[in-house]
């Protein structure tokens, strides 16, 4: 009896902990960047030695200005993310800190805000030896998040645990913005009044520990300023560089950015220069953070698509549970991969949880029109053609009336897909509804903004065949479980029996009705091998 209440104790908390944090965050996409890019511009990042006293380090630094928030992370050593209350702060630290003597090489002489932090007269070891608490940077494997399910009394208090161990943390976004940060340092080099903002997964709600930094050089701020300096009786403007078009000044712009941090940053390391795709990048890797980095320049379509997922995932904390959930079962089962290939991305599948959840009765979330109805003046913005307009505001988005469980909408979402005609219907997140495919992709999900574009081109038909076999399978393994009986048991069960290949243990250790389960396991596999699968070509066509 005590066991069940600590479990539905552990349950409520963790509900009332996501709802909690959605309620708090009713802060627009734009102010909640902008807020973190100043803390980011008054942070400073040290490596310690690895017999820290923390109480010393923070008093030296304390000299220096107030201490707004500090913590302590792994990464080749013990570092110390600090942030101060006053810019003046990193000034005033910055004067005193010394050049690291040259005695193999020579330095680059550009004065960061990295800094390696030393003690000249160590005092006894045991002082030293004061352990600090260390702040995770990468989520529990798979095996130890299955044990972790086992503590909890439904489907959805395991997808909300879930939901906790792999979503990125405040210490790891703080350490995205520095990251952004530090790389805007040298671009003022060049371009004084540019920034350089993270996108994507570290800023639209969805972001996993461990994922990579996008990120992209804005001049935004530099044009707005140019168009208030017209008023007035005279016109007077920069001389500036004219090229042929704004792609060959990107690749200029990211080919003499990629240069200097190369030749000059401060941890920066195996850096590429990828300028000719369709959107030119500077990939990296940015060691003092951790973090492999992706920078472009002005994508603001890009950044549109991130807050959009950013008003999804704070208007309801089922969306982030459900995203989270899925993108981990998707993983397990190879249906998506970290390298580019022909399998559904992390992106293409959010937005089938999006269109998923749109398409409930009542729906979860508005679709991409209705927040455009909402929008005003403000929120109006067309990129290259597109209408990007959406309303920005929060306050203004109704609650939904709608409320199933996480556990229904799991299953739900499983059978949905599971049986969707994929060889006739696309989906539409601008209407939230199925319409005709324009074209004979295997899989056609329309890009929210760009309308002529399919952001599934990739798929091809195998893949997709996985896709609903995996998903009928899950349906399949939801519905016929014996959950009080696997609990009494202690074997996974839910969420858990989820994320274990089916191809594996599963298959052995799952008590079906007699018959029924290796029926549909050598059907599926046979699916899977792409042979005696017409009940798949049905559904996805060829």
């Known amino acids: 009896m005590f066991l069940v209440q600590a479990k539905n104790r552990l349950s409520a908390a963790i509900y009332l902990a996501s709802n909690a944090e959605v309620n708090t965050r009713k802060k627009t996409f734009t102010e909640v960047q902008t807020e973190r890019l100043e803390q980011a511009e008054r942070t400073v990042l040290i490596k310690c030695p690895s017999r820290l006293n923390e109480k010393k380090l923070l008093q030296y630094l304390s000299s220096h200005g107030k201490i707004n928030s ?6 080749r050593g013990i570092h110390a993310l600090i942030e101060f209350s006053e810019k003046s702060s990193v000034a ?15 330095v680059v002489p550009f004065k960061s805000r990295l800094f390696t932090f030393t003690l000249k007269n160590p005092v006894a070891k045991t002082a030293e030896e004061t352990p600090v608490h260390l702040s995770p940077q990468s989520h529990i494997p798979v095996n130890e998040l299955i044990q972790k399910l086992h503590q909890a009394d439904s489907i959805s208090s395991q997808m909300y645990i879930l939901l906790n161990e792999y979503q990125l943390t405040e210490e790891n976004i703080k350490l995205r913005f520095l990251a952004c940060s530090l790389v805007q340092d040298f671009a003022r080099a060049y371009f004084p009044d540019s920034t350089v903002k993270p996108f994507g997964s570290s800023v639209n709600t969805f972001g996993k520990l461990g994922c990579d930094v996008d990120m992209f050089l804005d001049f935004h701020d530099t044009q707005e300023h140019a168009a208030k300096m017209k008023k007035g009786p005279f016109e007077m403007e920069y001389q500036m560089k004219r090229l042929p078009s704004e792609r060959v000044a990107t690749q200029k712009i990211l080919s003499v ?27 990296f890797a940015h060691q003092p953070t951790g973090f492999q980095c992706d920078l472009s320049v002005s994508n603001s ?34 249906l998506t991969n970290s390298i580019p290939g022909t399998w559904i991305t992390n992106f293409s599948l959010t937005m089938m949880v999006m269109f998923f959840l749109q398409k409930r009765s009542p729906p979860i979330i508005p679709t991409l029109d209705q927040l ?13 053609g597109y209408d990007c307009s959406f309303v920005s505001d929060l306050s203004k988005i109704n609650p939904t009336k709608n409320t199933e469980t996480l556990d229904e909408l799991l299953c739900d979402f499983f059978e949905y897909f599971g049986n969707f005609d994929f060889r006739k219907n696309s989906l539409n997140l601008r209407r939230g509804k199925e319409v005709n495919k324009p074209e004979s992709s295997p899989l056609y999900i329309w890009n929210p ?46 969420l858990a029996a989820l994320l274990i290949p089916f191809g594996k243990s599963n298959t052995n250790k799952m008590r079906r009705t007699k018959g029924m389960g290796s029926e549909t396991i050598r059907s599926l596999l046979d699916s899977l091998k792409l042979s005696n699968a017409s009940n798949l070509q049905k559904a996805v066509g060829k």
Request: glycine share 6%.
């Open 92 to 106: 005033s630290l910055q004067d005193v800190v010394g050049i690291p003597k040259a005695v193999e090489h020579h």
């Open 449 to 494: 903004f760009e309308q002529d574009l399919n952001i599934s081109k990739n798929v091809n038909q195998p893949q997709l065949e996985k896709f609903v076999a995996m998903a009928r399978e899950s349906a399949w393994i939801l519905q016929k479980e014996d959950r009080t009986q696997r609990m009494i048991n202690k074997e996974p069960w839910g």
């Open 372 to 384: 455009k109805e909402l929008a005003d003046e403000k929120d109006k913005h067309i990129i290259g």
């Open 257 to 283: 950015i990629g240069d200097c941090l190369d030749n000059f940053g401060p941890g920066c390391m195996s850096i590429q220069k990828i300028l000719n795709a369709r959107c030119p990048l500077v990939k």
């Open 301 to 334: 379509i890009a950044i549109r698509s991130s807050e959009l997922l950013y008003i999804y995932g704070t208007l309801d904390p089922r969306v982030r549970a459900l995203v989270f959930s899925l993108r981990c079962w998707a993983r397990v089962h190879g």
């Open 70 to 75: 500090h913590f302590f992370f792994e990464n």
